[in-house]
T-cell receptor, first 109, second 119 residues
Framework: GQNIDQPTEMTATEGAIVQINCTYQ??????LFWYQQHAGEAPTFLSY??LDGLEEKGRFSSFLSRSKGYSYLLLKELQMKDSASYLC??????????WGAGTKLIIKP | GAVVSQHPSRVICKSGTSVKIECRSLDFQATTMFWYRQFPKQSLMLMAT?????????EQGVEKDKFLINHASLTLSTLTVTSAHPEDSSFYIC???????????????FGEGSRLTVL
């Protein structure tokens, strides 16, 4: 079967760093996406990894290990506006997106 | 980045009526668009894959006669919820892949979403 696991909720402090993990088991793999979604809004694209390693984009970085079926999203210098849900999604062998349930990130002052 | 526009953003309708939601790729051509539905506090669920010039591919459990998808051009896909009922109230989101960006798979861009409330 296909399964994506990520923590339901995390709390972090403004200015700190937080890592959101995602593990996956899918039939075929054509890449992994991270999306940010504020309540009541559509998701916005953050990153896409298809090769192993770390992709850095400003305050956000994403890491992928295909052999371990594992990815993480790293957020640095947290700001209050980073409070949102973070969705991990993989592209399977049919190029269909398989979504995780999302991690609700709460930022405290 | 590329822009996907979805309209209307909010719609309220009476039970038994039909509602059409439009999804447009504004600055790129999208041969494939995806329609998702999100119930409160749940993840996005893929409803169907819309292919330009051909029939949509529906996910298991999604009624193709209730959720009509038309992808008549490379920049427009429409989702029509026919004979809507209160249980169809949800957040509907479309996305399109820009094959000219993001390498072989293309980056996925989302519309703003449409919140449907059926009374």
């Amino acid at each position: 079967g296909q399964n994506i696991d990520q923590p339901t909720e995390m709390t972090a402090t403004e200015g700190a760093i937080v890592q959101i993990n995602c593990t996956y088991q899918t039939s075929g793999f054509n890449g992994l996406f991270w999306y940010q979604q504020h309540a009541g809004e559509a998701p916005t694209f953050l990153s896409y990894n298809v090769l192993d390693g770390l992709e850095e984009k400003g305050r956000f970085s994403s890491f992928l290990s295909r052999s371990k079926g594992y990815s993480y999203l790293l957020l640095k210098e947290l700001q209050m506006k980073d409070s949102a849900s973070y969705l991990c999604a993989t592209l399977d062998s049919n190029y269909q997106l398989i979504w995780g349930a999302g991690t609700k990130l709460i930022i405290k002052p | 980045g590329a822009v996907v526009s979805q309209h209307p953003s909010r719609v309220i309708c009476k039970s038994g009526t039909s509602v059409k939601i439009e999804c447009r790729s504004l600055d790129f051509q999208a041969t494939t668009m995806f329609w998702y539905r999100q119930f409160p506090k749940q993840s996005l669920m893929l409803m169907a894959t819309s292919n330009e010039g051909s029939k949509a591919t529906y996910e298991q459990g999604v009624e193709k006669d209730k959720f009509l998808i038309n992808h008549a051009s490379l920049t427009l896909s429409t989702l029509t919820v026919t004979s809507a009922h209160p249980e169809d109230s949800s957040f509907y989101i479309c996305s399109a892949r820009d094959l000219d960006s993001g390498g072989d798979t293309g980056e996925l861009f989302f519309g703003e979403g449409s919140r449907l409330t059926v009374l």
